[in-house]
């Protein structure tokens, strides 16, 4: 069965740092993997996906994520953060299937 | 152009009761997806549309649960008889169509509070 994990369930930050959310993932084959970003009282964002290619992807506001088969993992990273990425970041997983397995998330907090 | 557009954002309703939660797709997208997001449980999926059918339902998580999608744009997410452990935001998602390399756009939801 496919399955994602994130394994923190929050991340803290200061502002200008540097910042990695992670996330590994279970599939049988090759996966698609995605990260999406919610702020409060919203619906999910589309931040990047990797689907095949070049294992660094790049994506909305600054962030990457780096695909590591080797490890089963997918990274978010975003070399300085900002106050206002402060929010909730899910990752993503789909192998023959349509359907979107999600993580349980992370809230990531920046401080000033 | 407009995004995924969910109504009501916001419904309280009895215990029993049955409630109709709309979703209104991006113009022009064919697939759509409903899912549910609740505290304990995080994101789960309940079922999916291409066009006006519904290949996977496996999410749904009793017979309590429908949906339906009808002229290809619309659909409905019908919860019968409902429990409080039916409270949850209910996500509506869409894409262009079916296929594991297209992202899905998601609605701001609605928040569902069974009393």
């Known amino acids: 069965a496919q399955s994602v994990a994130q394994p923190e369930d929050q991340v803290n930050v200061a502002e200008g740092n540097p910042l990695t959310v992670k996330c590994t993932y279970s599939?049988?084959?090759?996966?698609?993997l995605f990260w999406y970003v919610q702020y409060p009282n919203r619906g999910l964002q589309f931040l990047l996906k990797?689907?095949?290619?070049?294992?660094l992807v790049k994506g909305s506001y600054g962030f990457e994520a780096e695909f590591n088969k080797s490890q089963t993992s997918f990274h978010l990273k975003k070399p300085s953060a900002l106050v206002s990425d402060s929010a909730l970041y899910f990752c993503?997983?789909?192998?023959?299937?349509?359907?979107?397995?999600f993580g349980t998330g992370t809230r990531l907090q920046v401080f000033p | 152009g407009a995004g995924v557009s969910q109504s009501p954002s916001n419904k309280v309703t009895e215990k029993g009761k049955d409630v109709e939660l709309r979703c209104d797709p991006i113009?022009?997208?064919?697939?759509l997806y409903w899912y549910r997001q609740s505290l304990g449980q995080g994101l789960e999926f309940l079922i999916y549309?291409?066009?006006?059918?519904?290949?996977?339902k496996s999410g749904l998580p009793s017979d309590r649960f429908s949906a339906e999608r009808t002229g290809g744009s619309v659909s409905t997410l019908t919860i019968q008889r409902t429990q409080q452990e039916d409270s949850a935001v209910y996500l509506c998602?869409?894409?262009?169509?079916?296929?594991?390399?297209?992202?899905?756009?998601f609605g701001p939801g609605t928040r569902l509070t069974v009393t």
């Open positions: 998602a869409s894409s262009p169509r079916t296929g594991m390399g297209y992202e899905q756009y």
């Open positions: 599939v049988s084959g090759n996966p698609y």
């Open positions: 990797y689907i095949t290619g070049d294992n």
């Open positions: 993503a997983v789909r192998h023959n299937t349509d359907k979107l397995i």
């Open positions: 113009s022009g997208h064919t697939a």
């Open positions: 549309f291409q066009g006006n059918s519904a290949p996977d």
